[in-house]
């Protein structure tokens, strides 16, 4: 699979994408992503490593994919690893990877059914699969949703039992969804 000029946008937003987004919180989030000393972490749809330098400070080994360039040019300055690649079509081995981390990401997914079979492909079973998306069944969420699709995004959100089915489809297991503001975050095992 090609990775298209789809992401182009965020080539654009790269330089000042930490500055806008930085000082968001997720403290919720890792703790649902427990990260164990010498885990094996994988932040699919990273960016810049804004969140990944966190999950790296505890400990883990942290891998950020991305498809732009200019978003892993932030993640390299981070000290951090990064591998372009779509989520589709992971290059890793099958049950390879503790956790997988995926912020505010899985909504920019061509291919949302091929990226929900390849990341539990390569998740190792007890693994977590931790996704914070923003939830489709609030007004907020909708008006984000439509400005993206005016900005030519080629997003596509689904509300949260949407996105239950389709990972437990692929053989995944949710172990919990939380909501916080706009977001609801989903946790899954293998």
């Known amino acids: 699979m090609k990775i298209r000029n789809r992401h182009g946008h965020f080539?654009?937003?790269?330089?000042?994408?930490?500055?806008?987004f930085g000082g968001m919180r997720h403290e919720l989030l890792f703790q649902h992503l427990d990260v164990q000393?010498?885990?094996?972490?994988?932040?699919?749809?990273?960016?810049?490593?804004?969140?990944?330098?966190?999950?790296?400070?505890?400990g883990g080994q942290v891998i950020v994919v991305d498809p732009s360039p200019a978003m892993l040019r932030g993640t390299r300055q981070k000290g951090l690893p990064g591998v372009r690649a779509l989520a589709e079509q992971l290059p890793f081995p099958a049950e390879s990877i503790d956790r997988i981390l995926i912020v505010d990401a899985f909504h920019h997914f061509a291919r949302q059914a091929l990226a929900a079979r390849d990341l539990v492909r390569v998740l190792k079973p007890g693994g977590r699969l931790v996704i914070e998306e923003p939830d489709l069944r609030f007004r907020g969420t909708k008006a984000i949703a439509l400005m993206?699709?005016?900005?030519?995004?080629q997003t596509h959100f689904l509300a949260p039992p949407d996105m239950v089915d389709l990972f437990e489809a692929q053989g995944a297991r949710l172990l919990t969804i939380t909501h916080e503001r706009i977001n609801a975050t989903l946790v899954f095992t293998k």
Do not use: S, W
């Open 37 to 58: 000393p010498g885990a094996m972490v994988l932040d699919i749809g990273g960016g810049t490593g804004r969140v990944a330098q966190h999950v790296a400070r505890q």
């Open 148 to 153: 993206e699709k005016l900005a030519l995004m």
């Open 11 to 20: 080539n654009l937003i790269a330089p000042f994408y930490d500055r806008f």
